[in-house]
C-alpha cells in the first residue's frame, strides 16, 4: 500500500503523524499566508491577521470539546511537564494535601514534580504490576479535603487508559496530553485540564490548559508572571510571544478533526484502529503479549511484547523496511509500541496486523 | 520592486521575517523531509533522524558565535520572559543582591520578575530619559559582589542598544533576544546569555541559553525540575519534548547566515539598513524625529515621531499600501518603528527610505 509522498506509517509516540491535509496547507501558506505577503512564522502575533487565526483556533477548540463559557483556553510553552510544577505551585499551599493516581510514567513526573511543592498523598499506584492497570476513580480513598485530585487519563510508556470523567468530590485536574480529542469529554467534571499538543492537536511546543474560572482567581498573589494562570488568561495567552506556528498548527488540525466528523468520530476511529492491533496480539497464540491488562487497555497506545529482545529487535527491523516505523517500546515495558493518535491512518493498522501475523508465522 | 512570492516588506518588531531561501526549505520538506517519510513536525525528538537535525543545529550555533567549550547550549521553552524568572530562581539566594541595569522595557520586566525573588540594586535606570539612551556598563556603580550583573543588549521598544561586551568583576547575564547573531560576540564576558527565537534566529517558541559549566553546576538541590538548569544540560535539552520545529527551523537560519558569511556580514548588513532610515530621519530637517540618541541608536529597532498622531497614522496606512507593513511603534514611544532583523533585505530600507522622503515633502 503506498502513502501519499512516500510517506511511512509513523507509529511514534509524540511528536508524530499530522493530517496530511494540514501538512499540505502549512506548506502552501508558507512563503505568504492567505495573501498576508508573509508566513505565518513572520508573523506579529500582535497583528489583526494573526488574531484571527488564533482566535479561530481558540473557538474550534471550544467547540470540539464543548467547553462551558466558564472556563478559559490557554496555549502556553513549556509542555506538560511544566503545568506539572505550575499546578501546585499555584493550588498546593502550605497544610493542604494534593492526591495523586499514579497509573503510569507521566502520572509519576507529575507527582514527582509536587512533592518538591507540598505534602502530597497517592491514592493509587500501579506499581506492582508494572502499571498495566488503571484503578475505578470514583472507588478510590483520597485524603481528607484534598486541594485536588490529580490524574492521567492515558500513559503513552504502559499503554494503559482511563476513557471516563469521574465524579469526585475535590477539585480534578487532570493531564490529558496524550488522548485529548479522542472522545468527547464531559469538561464540567474538571477544574484544570492540561494537554501538550503533540499527540493530539500539533507539534511539539505547545501546551493547552483549560481552566475553570474559580481556579484563575485563586492565584496566588505575587506569582512569577510565567507561572501564573491569572496573568495568562488576563492576556489571552499572550503576555509574551506565544509559539504562533504550533498554535496555528494545531487549528488546521482543530478544523480537520471537525471535517471528519468531530470527537466521536475521532473515538470510532481510534477503537478501530486498536482494535486491529489487539486482535492481532490476542490471535497469535502468545506469541505477542499484551502488556495492559484488557480492561485498562488504550485506544492510542497500544504495548506488547515478544518471546525475547532478539526477536523484538527483527520485529522492528523488517517493519521499517515496510515502512512501519516507530514501533520500539519505552525500555521500562520492552517490546513494541504502536503509537496511533488521532491523525493516524485506519490503513496503517491493518498493515501493521497483517505484518504481525506474518511475522509470527515465519518466527513462531 | 517587487518582492519574491508577492511577500511585503515585513517589519515588525517579532515575529518577524525569515529568510527566503531558510522557509522555502522549510515548505519543500513538508510533507516528506529528506526522505525519512515524515515532516519534522512529525518526528521522534528521541529518533536519529532529528537528532541529527538537533546536533547540527546546535553546532552551527556554537561556531557562529565562538562558543567555547566551557559553555553548554539549551533550546528551551518560554521565552526570554521565562529566563527572567528562571535566572533568579537558581542564582539569586537569601542575602544577595542581583543588580539590574534597565535601558528599556524589557529591562524593566526583567529586574521586576527577580524583585518577586530577592534583593534588587537597580545599577541604572534610563525612565527620566524615556530609555533614548544607554549607560557605559564599565562605568556604573554596582553593589559589593552582587550574585550577577544583568542586561539587555538591545531594546526593541525604545530602539536603544549595547552593542559591546563589557568586562564586569561579577557574572554577567544578558538578555540577547533582539540583536544576537547581530555582530560577533565575545561570549567569554558572559556568565549565561538567554535570547528567544523570533528576532534574528526563528519562530516564536525556541529560547536559546548560552551558559558557561560553573553555573551549571550551581543550580540548587531540589529545584523544579523545568527551571532546573543542570537537568536540562544532563538531558541535553530534551527532558521533554523540545520545541522541534521551531528549532529544526532556526537550523536553517544559521544555516543562511554561514552562507551569507557569518556575524561580521550580519553586521555590515544591519548598519547598511539602520543607517540608510536614521539618514532619511537626519535629511527631513525635523519631520521625523529619532528617539535614541546617536550614541544608543539600535541598528535592529530605529524609533522616530512625527508631528502628530494625525500624521503618524497616515503616514503608517501609506507605507502599507506600499506594502512596508508593521511600522507603528509600541505606544510607549509612539510614532513609527522599523524593525529590521537579520532577515530583513536591505532594500526594503531603501524603499522606505525613498517612502520616507517623499511623504515628508508632500505632508512636510
Redesign the interface.
Known sequence: MS??????F?F???????P?SA??E??DG???WN?????V?????R?KVYEGIFSETEANLRKLLGIPENYKILFL??????Q??MIP?NYLREGQTADYVVSGAWGKKSQ??AK??GNVHTAFDGKAGNYNDVPDLESLQYSDDPAYIHFTTNETIHGVEIASDPSLKAPVVCDMSSDILSRPVDISKYALIYA?A?KNM?????TVVIIRDDLVAKVPE?Q????DYKLMVENDSM????????IY?CGLVYKWVIAQGGLAAMNKLAKDRSSLIYEAVEASGGFYKGHALPASRSIMNVTFTLGSDELTDKFIKEAKAE?L??LKGHRSVGGCRASIYNAFPVEGCQVLANFMEDFAAKNG
Open positions: 502513502q501519499p509522498y512516500s510517506r511511512v509513523n511514534s509516540a509524540g511528536p508524530c503523524t499530522l496530511v501538512l499540505e502549512a506548506r508558507m512563503l505568504n495573501g498576508s505577503g508573509m508566513s512564522m513572520e508573523m506579529s502575533h497583528g510553552q513549556g509542555g506538560a511537564s511544566f506539572n510544577t505551585m514527582e514534580a518538591l511543592i501538550g503533540q500539533g507539534p511539539a511546543g505547545v505575587k512569577h508572571p510565567m507561572m503576555y509574551n510571544t506565544p509559539p504562533c506556528w504550533g498548527v515502512k516505523d516507530g
